[in-house]
């Protein structure tokens, strides 16, 4: 039944009162809020709604064609959006800009958002960019995209119309956001090829779609289609297509856009309705083969059974004719192709479709090589020690099973299951491919998950690797004893090894024999000076919370914390493999380990690439210090122990205009980084609002962690031209110690110079690490140290430090035992290179498991990811009180960030005749 549009019912709702008869579904009656009781229908206002919007059918996300010539756009000036804000009177908040193909990019952008009308789900917003020659069509013209997008949305794989509304003479259309992954994220999961029969039924239905958009008048262009543009449920049971055009898509001249999905005649300019069928073959081509043609020539599809032998005759002779160069030669209509992917699934055996192990093959080998060439670091002893690690892995896994032997080994674990020996063998079995394929992966890339079977810090200043090898080769042989050995010469070699720490207690739990579930520490471990140090203390801060819950039995039924080491190493993209590692562990290994958490990862680009995934399987992600605004509210299963930037934006807008007095501002950032962006983008507008000046040129953009000296020192010029007061970095650590040196080069310059000598810089969360102090081996450290004077320019925001008790003037009899712990294990007179004091990322990671083990506390029944969430979710609320962390209170609001949570304000100050990171003040509730 197609869509009518109907007029706007303003003055028959006035005459009957709060009466109405409902457009959409016909209800006659009293309405509520002046919607539709029934099926909540609003009729939108004069004021810019539109009216007639049926709320039809589902799926997925964005908008599409009327069928007006592209050669005829001309914008009008718009609203620029920006993250964070509302709209339509405050239902919609923005989230995230999201990234539409090349040829749409003309057409207006497209937001994830919250719905305060739904706050478990999200939406996608587009912004309709509409011709600016006919005003009064305005209106018009944005229902009548609209009104087609409704329609689609009767069919399977559209997305569905709920709002559509106009503000500041710029309309948008609300869609529901997609439920699953798309197609290109499943792909990067499986590591290989997915099954034929599944690859086969997405082609199906991804040839059902275009047949639909084929019947339109005129027929509809997708123009985009590619891995990244379908989507799939998390039954992996259905496809959709999002990325569709509001208008007809034009191919952007000179394009240097990757063309492996586009027709031949796609890249010449041309696109047409065949364009669409070529690219949907290309996509089930690389599915099907893990073949990227993305990383390949252009139009080189090799035929589909000599990249993957298990590929039928029939698959490739589809594939082999919807790509061939001339349309002509290709089919002639999408339904034709969906025949025979029809007449191909007939003829398949019933059979799982369950993702198997991937299988490798020689160009999936290949471009996992090029990657890990293009690491920083030297894989040759990770590569030995694992390839060893492989094949004493059958007795590894004899060992690692024995503690659950039995149908009472742990309380946590489910309820017994009536054959206790196949469900055992299943999870064996289970278990065994999960370490076969995680052991790959570090003999490959050095990332993984790990008890002590594999190393990760092998880096500057470890004095006892050799030990920790031997300790890791004695797990995997299932050598419980020799580990435990190894492990005790190695912490006595390198007591300040917080990763041979965790795995001591992690052995010395399974020597005992005791009951316990687990936590896995999420962190990128890898030589460069900018991680190193962090994620270092990071894992002596979890080695001390989980020996003072061990010892003190602060877990329920006398349960154990067991922690797992989760490495990303030194690439963002590899977050999402070692995510899943924990997610196949709980989903496909029974939950063998008993993890009921994970903290992690220290920065918002890691964590958004983990979220999904760790919550997919019902676990709580907890973030130690990840402060981006585009993780608010984004997951029921994702906590931050920190403030978000809007909270820390709010606190140095203010330290800078009224602490500091500066009226100009010269704002540095990174904006491929989000952290920085977002950082960035708070304190811009907290600082305008103080009515202060604010000078943001593309021309000081940095790079993180790559921009030298002498490029800072370009900017700094800038900083002079302009006569800022203030410089301010959304940076880290790095960017702050060589941002400093330019300046004292400067200076050093121009000594006369009252200006530069008294310029100072200021910075966020991101600086709070021992570098700026000359702590650690690398080029950085080696500035401060030779560049004391201008690291005392230096203020920067952190969300705890050692200070915070003794600022506030708390008796010490309330201090927590952390800092005494720390001393003790760090910074007795017995070790050699005494640890420095604990800072924010110490203190933070110990919160963030603290926490956790707080929330294990409200739990009345058995202990699972579910059961922790929702009692992180509950603290602080009703007769529930919040968490007394080190680093303040911590109850979370309904958005994910903790309420109103300490910020403390520090300077780099010369104290003694050496640098000092000192206190200045405290923002927010502490206690």
Same mark, same amino acid.
């Given at each position: 039944?197609?869509?009518?549009?109907?007029?706007?019912?303003?003055?028959?709702?006035?005459?009957?009162?709060?009466?109405?008869?409902?457009?959409?579904?016909?209800?006659?009656?009293?309405?509520?809020?002046?919607?539709?009781?029934?099926?909540?229908?609003?009729?939108?206002?004069?004021?810019?709604?539109?009216?007639?919007?049926?709320?039809?059918?589902?799926?997925?996300?964005?908008?599409?064609?009327?069928?007006?010539?592209?050669?005829?756009?001309?914008?009008?000036?718009?609203?620029?959006?920006?993250?964070?804000?509302?709209?339509?009177?405050?239902?919609?908040?923005?989230?995230?800009?999201?990234?539409?193909?090349?040829?749409?990019?003309?057409?207006?952008?497209?937001?994830?958002?919250?719905?305060?009308?739904?706050?478990?789900?999200?939406?996608?917003?587009?912004?309709?960019?509409?011709?600016?020659?006919?005003?009064?069509?305005?209106?018009?013209?944005?229902?009548?995209?609209?009104?087609?997008?409704?329609?689609?949305?009767?069919?399977?794989?559209?997305?569905?119309?709920?709002?559509?509304?106009?503000?500041?003479?710029?309309?948008?259309?609300?869609?529901?956001?997609?439920?699953?992954?798309?197609?290109?994220?499943?792909?990067?999961?499986?590591?290989?090829?997915?099954?034929?029969?599944?690859?086969?039924?997405?082609?199906?239905?991804?040839?059902?779609?275009?047949?639909?958009?084929?019947?339109?008048?005129?027929?509809?262009?997708?123009?985009?289609?590619?891995?990244?543009?379908?989507?799939?449920?998390?039954?992996?049971?259905?496809?959709?297509?999002?990325?569709?055009?509001?208008?007809?898509?034009?191919?952007?001249?000179?394009?240097?856009?990757?063309?492996?999905?586009?027709? +031949?005649?796609?890249?010449?300019? !041309?696109?047409? /309705?065949?364009?669409? *069928?070529? $690219?949907?073959?290309?996509? %089930?081509?690389? &599915?099907?083969?893990?073949?990227?043609?993305?990383?390949?020539?252009?139009?080189?599809?090799?035929?589909?059974?000599?990249?993957?032998?298990?590929?039928?005759?029939?698959?490739?002779?589809?594939?082999?004719?919807?790509?061939?160069?001339?349309?002509?030669?290709?089919?002639?209509?999408?339904?034709?192709?969906?025949?025979?992917?029809?007449?191909?699934?007939?003829?398949?055996?019933?059979?799982?479709?369950?993702?198997?192990?991937?299988?490798?093959?020689?160009?999936?080998?290949?471009?996992?090589?090029?990657?890990?060439?293009?690491?920083?670091?030297?894989?040759?002893?990770?590569?030995?020690?694992?390839?060893?690690?492989?094949?004493?892995?059958?007795?590894?896994?004899?060992?690692?099973?024995?503690?659950?032997?039995? +149908?009472?080994?742990?309380?946590? !674990?489910?309820? /017994?299951?009536?054959? *206790?020996? $196949?469900?055992?063998?299943? %999870?064996?079995? &289970?278990?065994?491919?999960?370490?076969?394929?995680?052991?790959?992966?570090?003999?490959?890339?050095?990332?993984?998950?790990?008890?002590?079977?594999?190393?990760?810090?092998?880096?500057?200043?470890?004095?006892?690797?050799?030990?920790?090898?031997?300790?890791?080769?004695?797990?995997?042989?299932?050598?419980?004893?020799?580990?435990?050995?190894?492990?005790?010469?190695?912490?006595?070699?390198?007591?300040?090894?917080?990763?041979?720490?965790?795995?001591?207690?992690?052995?010395?739990?399974?020597?005992?024999?005791?009951?316990?579930?687990?936590?896995?520490?999420?962190?990128?471990?890898?030589?460069?000076?900018?991680?190193?140090?962090?994620?270092?203390?990071?894992?002596?801060?979890?080695?001390?919370?989980?020996?003072?819950?061990?010892?003190?039995?602060?877990?329920?039924?006398?349960?154990?914390?067991?922690?797992?080491?989760?490495?990303?190493?030194?690439?963002?993209?590899?977050?999402?493999?070692?995510?899943?590692?924990?997610?196949?562990?709980?989903?496909?290994?029974?939950?063998?380990?008993?993890?009921?958490?994970?903290?992690?990862?220290?920065?918002?680009?890691?964590?958004?690439?983990?979220?999904?995934?760790?919550?997919?399987?019902?676990?709580?992600?907890?973030?130690?210090?990840?402060?981006?605004?585009?993780?608010?509210?984004?997951?029921?299963?994702?906590?931050?122990?920190?403030?978000?930037?809007?909270?820390?934006?709010?606190?140095?807008?203010?330290?800078?205009?009224?602490?500091?007095?500066?009226?100009?501002?010269?704002?540095?950032?990174?904006?491929?980084?989000?952290?920085?962006?977002?950082?960035?983008?708070?304190?811009?507008?907290?600082?305008?609002?103080?009515?202060?000046?604010?000078?943001?040129?593309?021309?000081?953009?940095?790079?993180?962690?790559?921009?030298?000296?002498?490029?800072?020192?370009?900017?700094?010029?800038?900083?002079?031209?302009?006569?800022?007061?203030?410089?301010?970095?959304?940076?880290?650590?790095?960017?702050?110690?060589?941002?400093?040196?330019?300046?004292?080069?400067?200076?050093?310059?121009?000594?006369?110079?009252?200006?530069?000598?008294?310029?100072?810089?200021?910075?966020?969360?991101?600086?709070?690490?021992?570098?700026?102090?000359?702590?650690?081996?690398?080029?950085?450290?080696?500035?401060?140290?030779?560049?004391?004077?201008?690291?005392?320019?230096?203020?920067?925001?952190?969300?705890?430090?050692?200070?915070?008790?003794?600022?506030?003037?708390?008796?010490?009899?309330?201090?927590?035992?952390?800092?005494?712990?720390?001393?003790?294990?760090?910074?007795?007179?017995?070790?050699?290179?005494?640890?420095?004091?604990?800072?924010?990322?110490?203190?933070?990671?110990?919160?963030?498991?603290?926490?956790?083990?707080?929330?294990?506390?409200?739990?009345?029944?058995?202990?699972?990811?579910?059961?922790?969430?929702?009692?992180?979710?509950?603290?602080?609320?009703?007769?529930?009180?919040?968490?007394?962390?080190?680093?303040?209170?911590?109850?979370?609001?309904?958005?994910?960030?903790?309420?109103?949570?300490?910020?403390?304000?520090?300077?780099?100050?010369?104290?003694?005749?050496?640098?000092?990171?000192?206190?200045?003040?405290?923002?927010?509730?502490?206690?």
């Amino acid at each position: 039944m197609g869509v009518k549009h109907v007029e706007p019912q303003k003055s028959t709702l006035r005459a009957r009162g709060n009466t109405m008869r409902c457009p959409r579904c016909y209800f006659d009656g009293h309405s509520t809020n002046g919607a539709c009781p029934r099926c909540g229908y609003y009729p939108m206002s004069a004021s810019g709604d539109l009216p007639g919007m049926e709320d039809r059918t589902s799926i997925s996300s964005r908008p599409l064609t009327t069928g007006r010539p592209a050669t005829l756009y001309s914008l009008p000036p718009m609203k620029t959006l920006k993250r964070g804000d509302v709209l339509r009177q405050g239902r919609y908040r923005l989230l995230e800009q999201l990234a539409l193909p090349e040829n749409q990019q003309s057409q207006g952008t497209a937001w994830l958002a919250t719905d305060t009308q739904s706050p478990q789900s999200r939406v996608v917003i587009r912004e309709v960019a509409l011709l600016e020659e006919l005003p009064a069509n305005r209106s018009q013209e944005a229902r009548s995209i609209a009104l087609r997008l409704t329609e689609l949305s009767q069919h399977p794989g559209f997305p569905k119309v709920i709002d559509v509304f106009s503000e500041q003479d710029t309309y948008y259309i609300v869609m529901r956001n997609m439920d699953g992954d798309s197609l290109a994220t499943l792909l990067r999961r499986q590591g290989g090829a997915l099954p034929e029969r599944m690859v086969a039924e997405f082609g199906r239905q991804l040839c059902e779609i275009l047949s639909i958009l084929a019947r339109q008048q005129p027929p509809m262009v997708h123009g985009g289609i590619s891995p990244e543009t379908i989507i799939v449920n998390q039954e992996r049971t259905r496809v959709s297509l999002i990325h569709i055009p509001l208008f007809p898509p034009k191919e952007v001249p000179n394009s240097k856009a990757p063309s492996g999905y586009r027709a +031949p005649e796609q890249v010449r300019g !041309s696109v047409e /309705p065949a364009s669409d *069928l070529y $690219a949907v073959a290309a996509t %089930l081509h690389y &599915a099907v083969t893990g073949y990227n043609p993305d990383e390949r020539l252009a139009f080189f599809h090799p035929p589909a059974r000599r990249l993957n032998p298990a590929v039928s005759a029939r698959m490739e002779s589809i594939l082999s004719q919807a790509l061939r160069l001339s349309i002509p030669q290709r089919y002639a209509r999408p339904s034709d192709m969906q025949k025979d992917f029809a007449a191909l699934l007939t003829s398949y055996p019933p059979e799982s479709d369950r993702l198997p192990t991937p299988a490798t093959t020689p160009l999936a080998l290949d471009s996992l090589q090029m990657r890990q060439r293009s690491r920083n670091r030297s894989l040759l002893d990770v590569g030995i020690f694992a390839g060893i690690g492989i094949v004493v892995l059958f007795g590894f896994l004899l060992f690692y099973l024995r503690p659950f032997a039995g +149908p009472g080994a742990n309380p946590v !674990s489910a309820s /017994p299951t009536p054959n *206790l020996t $196949a469900t055992t063998l299943a %999870l064996q079995q &289970a278990l065994n491919r999960e370490l076969t394929l995680e052991a790959q992966t570090y003999q490959k890339s050095g990332i993984g998950i790990s008890d002590g079977r594999f190393v990760f810090d092998m880096y500057r200043g470890r004095n006892d690797l050799n030990d920790k090898k031997q300790a890791g080769l004695a797990i995997q042989q299932g050598n419980l004893s020799s580990a435990v050995e190894f492990l005790r010469r190695a912490t006595a070699e390198d007591p300040n090894d917080g990763e041979v720490q965790i795995y001591n207690e992690d052995m010395h739990l399974l020597q005992s024999g005791a009951s316990y579930v687990t936590v896995v520490l999420g962190l990128p471990i890898d030589g460069n000076d900018a991680d190193i140090n962090r994620v270092r203390t990071n894992m002596e801060a979890a080695f001390l919370m989980q020996h003072k819950v061990n010892s003190a039995n602060l877990l329920p039924h006398s349960l154990k914390l067991r922690i797992l080491i989760d490495s990303s190493g030194a690439n963002t993209s590899d977050v999402a493999t070692v995510a899943q590692f924990i997610a196949n562990r709980v989903s496909m290994a029974g939950n063998i380990d008993h993890i009921i958490a994970v903290v992690g990862w220290p920065y918002s680009r890691e964590t958004i690439n983990a979220r999904d995934i760790i919550a997919s399987v019902h676990l709580p992600l907890i973030s130690q210090t990840a402060s981006s605004v585009k993780l608010t509210g984004t997951s029921p299963y994702f906590f931050r122990v920190n403030p978000a930037d809007d909270q820390q934006g709010k606190t140095l807008g203010a330290l800078a205009v009224n602490r500091l007095h500066a009226k100009t501002i010269l704002v540095l950032r990174d904006q491929t980084d989000s952290y920085s962006d977002s950082l960035a983008d708070a304190f811009i507008g907290d600082a305008k609002a103080l009515n202060a000046t604010i000078i943001n040129n593309p021309s000081d953009y940095f790079s993180e962690s790559n921009t030298t000296v002498a490029q800072y020192g370009k900017m700094v010029n800038d900083a002079m031209a302009n006569k800022v007061d203030l410089i301010f970095i959304a940076g880290f650590d790095v960017d702050a110690v060589r941002l400093a040196v330019a300046v004292g080069n400067a200076y050093r310059a121009n000594p006369t110079s009252d200006y530069l000598r008294t310029l100072k810089i200021l910075g966020g969360d991101g600086l709070d690490t021992g570098l700026v102090l000359g702590q650690g081996n690398g080029p950085d450290a080696a500035l401060a140290v030779q560049f004391p004077q201008d690291m005392q320019r230096l203020i920067f925001s952190a969300f705890g430090d050692p200070g915070e008790w003794a600022f506030l003037k708390l008796p010490q009899n309330s201090w927590p035992t952390f800092f005494a712990d720390w001393m003790n294990t760090y910074q007795s007179s017995t070790v050699t290179a005494p640890a420095p004091p604990p800072g924010n990322d110490a203190i933070l990671t110990y919160d963030a498991i603290g926490v956790i083990i707080n929330a294990a506390s409200l739990v009345h029944g058995t202990l699972t990811g579910q059961a922790i969430r929702d009692a992180l979710a509950s603290l602080g609320s009703g007769k529930i009180p919040a968490f007394q962390g080190v680093s303040g209170q911590i109850h979370f609001g309904t958005d994910s960030n903790p309420v109103d949570k300490a910020v403390v304000v520090l300077e780099v100050a010369d104290v003694n005749g050496s640098n000092h990171i000192v206190l200045l003040a405290i923002g927010g509730k502490f206690d």
